[in-house]
């Protein structure tokens, strides 16, 4: 019974790591774009779109006209999320924005924004599914995503969120299994004083 105790504690303090471990992992990534190119990389056609080419977030000013025949709005968390497409890049690109589409984005010709491959966005496993189910539209397996609007800019909350868990994870593993073998260890024999 006591071994099983261990054994459960043990699986919890790996998990506890694993945990804090893949917060920090979730991290890195948007970290390495905020302090990343505040120049974007011009995307002006799909042949720009090269196979590869963004496999990390990248800040992009993409040059299009957006397609609102396929627009849904996405409501999370109490925020509208609204999702279309750009012509003339199809289904290959879908934008998400925050704000409001009225008629005079109509006319807009340039996107600015971060973009990524569109299976590492949040939630996008609920995306794709509204727009097979509700639009009819299957999206390609190598689509991307751009949030409109999102500049590479360090937050000083994102930062010490980083710092934070990479303290903790170093704490804890000095916590359970370090600190433990310290203190197990034997003690040095005494030495007698000398007659």
């Keep these: 019974m006591r071994l099983l105790g261990r054994v459960v504690l043990t699986c919890l303090k790996l998990f506890a790591l694993a945990f804090v471990g893949w917060l920090l992992l979730l991290q890195?990534?948007?970290?390495?774009?905020?302090?990343?190119?505040?120049?974007?990389?011009?995307?002006?056609?799909?042949?720009?779109?090269?196979?590869?080419?963004?496999?990390?977030?990248?800040?992009?000013?993409?040059?299009?006209?957006?397609?609102?025949?396929?627009?849904?709005?996405?409501?999370?968390?109490?925020?509208?999320?609204?999702?279309?497409?750009?012509?003339?890049?199809?289904?290959r690109i879908v934008v998400k924005t925050y704000d409001k589409v009225t008629d005079d984005w109509r006319q807009l010709t340039r996107f600015v924004g971060k973009l990524r491959a569109f299976r590492y966005q949040p939630f996008s496993y609920r995306i794709r599914s509204i727009f097979e189910e509700k639009q009819g539209v299957k999206l390609p397996d190598d689509a991307l995503y751009?949030?409109?609007?999102?500049?590479?800019?360090?937050?000083?909350?994102?930062?010490?969120?980083?710092?934070f868990a990479s303290i903790l994870w170093v704490v804890m593993l000095y916590l359970f299994f370090i600190r433990r073998r310290h203190r197990l260890a034997p003690a040095p024999p005494a030495i007698s004083p000398p007659p």
């Design 28 to 91: 890195i990534p948007e970290l390495l774009y905020d302090f990343g190119p505040k120049t974007p990389v011009m995307i002006e056609s799909p042949a720009d779109l090269t196979p590869g080419r963004f496999r990390s977030a990248t800040f992009v000013s993409i040059a299009g006209t957006p397609n609102f025949d396929k627009a849904f709005i996405y409501r999370r968390y109490g925020l509208d999320l609204t999702y279309f497409t750009l012509d003339p890049y199809g289904h």
């Design 146 to 163: 751009l949030g409109l609007y999102d500049m590479p800019k360090p937050s000083g909350w994102q930062v010490g969120a980083v710092i």
